[in-house]
Nanobody, 125 residues
Framework: QLQLVESGGGLVQPGGSLRLSCAAS????????IGWFRQAPGKEREGVSC????????YYTDSVKGRFTISRDNAKNTVYLQMNSLKPEDTAVYYC??????????????????WGQGTQVTVSS
């Protein structure tokens, strides 16, 4: 069993930045990908960004390209999501997940063998 714990959410003004962390309870095998997903009220969950533990390859949904950066620290069993130039439409609960699929498939299909409990991100003035 792999437990994932998100942190770093909060309230930020438009144009601001936040860094989310996804800490795993144990070593993440290199055949896993880790992804960040978000769900806004009344909307379906969407894949934001995913990263391969083995080679660091990444996937970003179009709406966050150039603003968000996903990274991993394998020694700390932690994946980060640096979010810059935040917009009100980025407001959502952000979840991290671990899956054995590829980064693109995981993000597009919403796959996840393990999920965290979520952290709220609110972008508002």
């Amino acid at each position: 069993q792999l437990q994932l714990v998100e942190s770093g959410g909060g309230l930020v003004q438009p144009g601001g930045s936040l860094r989310l962390s996804c800490a795993a309870s144990a070593f993440i095998p290199d055949y896993y990908s880790i992804g960040w997903f978000r769900q806004a009220p009344g909307k379906e969950r969407e894949g934001v960004s995913c990263v391969s533990i083995s080679d660091g390859s990444t996937y970003y949904t179009d709406s966050v390209k150039g603003r968000f950066t996903i990274s991993r620290d394998n020694a700390k069993n932690t994946v980060y999501l640096q979010m810059n130039s935040l917009k009100p439409e980025d407001t959502a609960v952000y979840y991290c997940a671990a899956d054995q699929g590829t980064v693109k498939a995981m993000c597009i299909m919403g796959w996840g063998d393990y999920w965290g409990q979520g952290t709220q991100v609110t972008v508002s003035s």
